[in-house]
């Protein structure tokens, strides 16, 4: 089992664009290609996603829009299985990034988490300092080389648009920084872990507008080296950072199209009654 | 007021306003000069005032709306669609302001034959008609009655272009309206852009409904 595990994970590394070991410290591990099938979710009898067919480019922000309970975290947490976890979870359908499918029984959940970073609504920093959140990542993956440690958490600092912040101060607690650049040290935790997907959750809700729009801008510029998908309530935010749209409605995907289209003239109603305000 | 859709409302029934304000001052300045009635210009003259007016506050309350709203979609085309009408209907609101004080300048009447040869009458029926269209076409959201718009605009373009080479021949067999004939070429140049910023609120229409941009194409 363990040898199967193995020789997987290297099918799916050997899947991901442009990988290049740290030491060069050039690294860029290039977005994932990502493509759902006829994927069904049930939570005990509640039938929360219902025959869902979407395919996300790799480096593109992919926005997911709707009202709450339509299914588009649900759909978000797919891709790093995290509704595993979740009591009565069922799944039908198949969920392939870079052409490998991730529900199947020989996938080591935990690798494929690695190539799948991902932000939630609220920063949540564990309580140590800003070296040890960076680096946390690396140490329980058995990385012992401190230098080779110390670029990858400067190179993510960096990433994150944080490092000016915080280089002088990097064994301070991180709990001491603001939301902002909390938020954007959880990203850079993410980041340190060279993930080629990023999974957003609502990452600027709990966050202030120019913090906000520093998040929007470090979103923009990571796009050149992972696949993003961010579920967002702010149709600005989707508008103003994302490539793509996909609106989902009760469980359904109602419209996917390129941002400019959904926010200018949406093929759907239903679309431009959400968008514009209308209803949800 | 919250409620996008009451604020459109509102907002669309202060451009039909614009609309009627500018179409009636149009439809004076033709009466005025036709006519040489001095009283219903210096009206056209007054009413400038209300268009500009009115000019400005579409425009500040479009851009309260755009700001305070994010309009999106089919909210985004008619704010910008609303502020190109507005600003091509007070554009008309001059072209009419122009006219009235034309007439009072040229202190005469029109000659009847004049009017009669450079076709005053046709050009200004095409006009009204389009203004008929427009109408339908922003109250009822009408875009066959948007469309017809353009077809109309070649009419008035091709009495205009016949204006020229008839005042020229006119002018020389009689030399004693030469006054008139300047007036009447000048005055159907502007009866002539009139025709085309119909034209351009036409396809503001046509944006807003379909979401389709005909500006500069050919074939519409």
């Avoid at chain 1, 198949?94 to 932000?119: A, P």
């Avoid at chain 1, 990385?143 to 101060?169: F, P, S, T, Y």
């Avoid at chain 2, 009413?47 to 479009?62: G, Q, S, T, Y």
Wanted: proline share 2%; hydrophobic share 40%.
């Amino acid at each position: 089992m363990a040898k199967e595990i193995e020789i997987t994970m290297e099918e799916l590394k050997s899947k991901i664009k442009n990988t290049t070991t740290f030491e060069e410290d050039t690294s860029t591990s290039g977005g994932s290609r990502i493509e759902a099938k006829d994927v069904k979710v049930w939570y005990d009898d509640f039938n929360a996603i219902k025959g869902i067919d979407m395919k996300i480019k790799p480096n593109t922000i992919t926005a997911f829009i709707g009202p709450s309970g339509c299914g588009k975290s649900t759909f978000l947490r797919l891709f790093n299985r995290m509704n595993d976890y979740v009591e009565g979870f069922r799944m039908e359908g198949k969920i392939k990034i870079n052409g490998d499918s991730i529900y199947k029984k020989k996938v080591n959940v935990e690798e494929l988490r690695k190539e799948i970073g991902m932000v939630f609504q609220k920063p949540n920093p564990f309580p140590k300092s800003i070296y040890e959140n960076v680096a946390y990542g690396l140490k329980i993956q058995g990385i012992k080389d401190k230098k080779l440690i110390d670029g990858r958490v400067e190179k993510a600092l960096r990433q994150a648009d944080l490092w000016e912040e915080v280089k002088d101060n990097l064994k301070k607690s991180a709990l001491a920084l603001s939301g902002g650049q909390q938020q954007r040290l959880c990203i850079a935790r993410t980041l340190a872990v060279q993930p080629s997907i990023l999974l957003m959750d609502e990452p600027t809700s709990a966050l202030d507008p120019i913090s906000t729009a520093k998040i929007e801008e470090l979103i923009h510029h990571l796009k050149e080296e992972y696949t993003i998908i961010i579920v967002t309530h702010n149709m600005q935010q989707a508008s103003r950072i994302s490539d793509y749209t996909a609106f989902f409605y009760l469980g359904e995907l109602i419209e996917y199209d390129k941002t400019r289209k959904i926010f200018t003239n949406p093929e759907k109603k239903q679309t431009e009654n959400y968008i514009t305000g209308r209803f949800g | 007021m919250i409620n996008i859709e009451e604020q459109r409302v509102t907002l669309s029934k202060i451009g039909e306003e614009m609309l009627n304000l500018c179409q009636s001052q149009v439809e004076q300045s033709f009466e005025a000069f036709i006519t040489f009635d001095t009283d219903i210009a210096e009206e056209v003259i007054l009413k400038e005032n209300r268009v500009n007016a009115l000019d400005l506050k579409i425009e500040i309350d479009l851009d309260n709306f755009i700001a305070l709203n994010n309009p999106v979609a089919t909210d985004l085309r008619f704010a910008l669609a609303l502020l190109k009408i507005n600003y091509n209907l007070e554009r008309i609101g001059d072209q009419a302001f122009d006219i009235a004080n034309y007439t009072i300048d040229l202190n005469q009447k029109l000659a009847p034959e004049l009017v009669e040869k450079l076709q005053f009458k046709v050009m200004f029926e095409t006009l009204e008609s389009m203004f008929k269209d427009i109408v339908t076409a922003y109250t009822d959201e009408n875009l066959k009655a948007a469309r017809k718009v353009f077809k109309k605009d070649k009419v008035i373009n091709q009495i205009n272009a016949n204006t020229f080479l008839i005042v020229e021949e006119e002018v020389v067999k009689n030399p004693a309206l030469v006054k008139q004939y300047l007036m009447a070429l000048v005055v159907m140049k502007k009866y002539e852009k009139i025709g085309d910023l119909l034209k351009n609120i036409s396809e503001s229409i046509i944006y807003y409904i379909d979401a389709k941009i005909l500006k500069h194409k050919k074939k519409k």
